[in-house]
């Protein structure tokens, strides 16, 4: 599909970016990783996959988080609470009453926060490479946040969360690290994930969970993994093999996806169909079957 215009909600004075697919039967909200771009995520190596896919079977909106990429910037990160105040602000500005909520990363947090707070207006929520447990240490801290800023804008950090297929990749990654927010600012919101803290939260949320990670996945423990799924009540997990935490390479979270879209519309996806392989299919069979046509016609004569 097409670039989605990239629209604004006014979240108290801040503008909130955000995009949307025309139409759909259903409602979905999605809330992504750490660092993004709304029209850099359209081209390679995102290409606007993830967006694509689940436009297929809903009406999809994408937020940025304030503070980053093309909602307003901010000189201080911005609280778990204010981004879900952004979220209601952007679902107010599209009239949407209900949607079911995908938390990407970084973006479950927040999505677990608001249907905490919003039960009546989530209707199922997925938390897709997510995980709870106690803040990082004081070691992990001095460790990482340096780097993440001096990294911040060559490719580094991005391609530790993402897995892309070639370099050329890595320097796209470079350009949405430099785009999406500053070196200083990726240190603070790098930061503030360390500190949130959302098992809280966790129990109160009633809306139908599934929580979805890849068994070897190198950013997130499994065990985070196991803890989240643990403290919401009923909540599904489903574990894939992978050694991955997000990957952007095409058809690698194939499986991720079909079992999300099956999670929140209750229906197995429909395979898709090669319309170039079916029609070349067609046009052999019917070359095949025009030889003994031409015969039988011969012989007529």
């Known amino acids: 599909m097409d670039r989605p215009k990239t629209r604004y909600a006014e979240s108290g004075e801040l503008n909130i970016a955000y995009c949307r697919s025309d139409s759909g039967p259903i409602d979905v909200v999605v809330t992504p990783g ?8 359209w081209e390679p190596p995102f290409s606007g996959r993830i967006f694509d896919r689940f ?10 988080k304030r503070g ?44 677990a926060l608001f249907a905490a707070t919003y039960p009546d207006r989530v209707s199922s929520l997925v938390m897709w490479e997510a995980g709870v447990g106690a803040p990082a240490s004081e070691d992990v801290r001095s460790a990482l946040l340096p780097w993440v800023q001096d990294a911040w ?29 500053s070196p200083r600012m990726a240190r603070a919101l790098m930061a503030m994930n360390f500190d949130n803290d959302i098992r809280g939260v966790l129990p109160v949320i009633s809306a139908p969970t599934l929580v979805i990670h890849r068994s070897d996945d190198p950013i997130l423990d499994r065990a985070r993994a196991v803890a989240l799924a643990e403290l919401i009540p009923c909540a599904r997990r489903v574990e894939l093999p992978g050694d991955w935490h997000i990957s952007l390479i095409a058809d690698a979270e194939a499986d991720a996806l079909d079992i999300i879209e099956e999670f ?14 079916v029609l070349a299919t067609v046009l052999f069979t019917d070359i095949v079957d025009s030889t003994p046509r031409a015969a039988q016609c011969c012989v007529a004569r």
């Open 34 to 41: 750490f660092a993004t771009h709304l029209e850099l995520m």
């Open 55 to 64: 436009s297929r079977f809903s009406r999809v909106i994408q937020i940025e």
């Open 68 to 111: 980053v990429g093309l909602s307003d910037r901010i000189s201080e990160p911005a609280t778990l609470e204010q981004r879900m105040d952004d979220l209601r602000a952007v679902m107010d500005a599209e009239e949407i009453e209900q949607a079911a909520f995908v938390g990407i990363s970084e973006g479950a947090a927040m999505s």
């Open 153 to 181: 804008g060559s490719g580094e950090v991005m391609s530790v969360l993402v897995r892309v297929g070639n370099e050329r990749d890595v320097e796209r990654l470079a350009k949405l690290e430099r785009y999406s927010m």
């Open 264 to 277: 929140i519309t209750g229906s197995r996806p429909a395979p898709e169909v090669d319309i170039d392989r």
